[in-house]
């Protein structure tokens, strides 16, 4: 099974999360290609994860346009988002993360927020929201399960 991770980023934080990301879902025995949304592949894809930097509660513009550009192939395969944010855009409801776009492009099955591991960092110092790899893993690990099984 071939499972595209494409991300927008700014601060490294994205690609941090996807390469962990596709490196789990090879460990589990799935083929995993991980690359920027404006390096990402046209297709040939049995499933996506797409991710993107979230700045005052929005993902970056190239992640929502992916989206939409390819809502008709994105929704034919399972599909997973991430958002790697500050907790202020995460948690509090008057600052959510805003993907009504991109989730009523491609109906995604989970959207998972990712809080910096080391949240005491400045929000714009680079890989300043990169989060716990262990959280990241064992995300990546549920998808791997439900492509595994088939559901």
Same mark, same amino acid.
């Given at each position: 099974?071939?499972?595209?991770?494409?991300?927008?980023?700014?601060?490294?934080?994205?690609?941090? +999360?996807?390469?962990?990301?596709?490196?789990?879902?090879? /460990?589990?025995?799935?083929?995993?290609?991980?690359?920027?949304?404006?390096?990402?592949?046209?297709?040939?894809?049995?499933?996506?994860?797409?991710?993107? +930097?979230?700045?005052?509660?929005? =993902? /970056?513009?190239?992640?929502?346009?992916?989206?939409?550009?390819?809502?008709?192939?994105?929704?034919?395969?399972?599909? =997973?988002?991430?958002?790697?944010?500050?907790?202020?855009?995460?948690?509090?409801?008057?600052?959510?993360?805003?993907?009504?776009?991109?989730?009523?492009?491609?109906?995604?099955?989970?959207?998972?927020?990712?809080?910096?591991?080391?949240?005491?960092?400045?929000? =714009?110092?680079?890989?300043?929201?990169?989060?716990?790899?262990?959280?990241?893993?064992? =995300?990546?690990?549920?998808?791997?399960?439900?492509?595994?099984?088939? +559901?």
């Amino acid at each position: 099974m071939r499972v595209l991770v494409t991300y927008a980023d700014d601060d490294g934080a994205a690609a941090t +999360t996807a390469r962990i990301i596709g490196d789990t879902l090879v /460990l589990h025995g799935l083929e995993s290609t991980v690359r920027p949304v404006e390096q990402a592949p046209a297709g040939g894809y049995d499933a996506v994860v797409l991710g993107s +930097t979230a700045r005052s509660g929005h =993902w /970056l513009r190239r992640a929502t346009r992916f989206a939409v550009a390819r809502e008709d192939s994105l929704r034919q395969v399972p599909v =997973w988002l991430y958002s790697n944010s500050t907790a202020g855009d995460a948690l509090s409801p008057e600052r959510h993360i805003d993907v009504d776009t991109v989730e009523d492009a491609v109906v995604p099955l989970d959207h998972h927020p990712f809080l910096p591991a080391h949240p005491a960092a400045p929000a =714009w110092t680079p890989h300043a929201l990169d989060p716990d790899p262990g959280e990241v893993c064992g =995300w990546a690990h549920q998808i791997a399960v439900a492509l595994r099984s088939g +559901t």
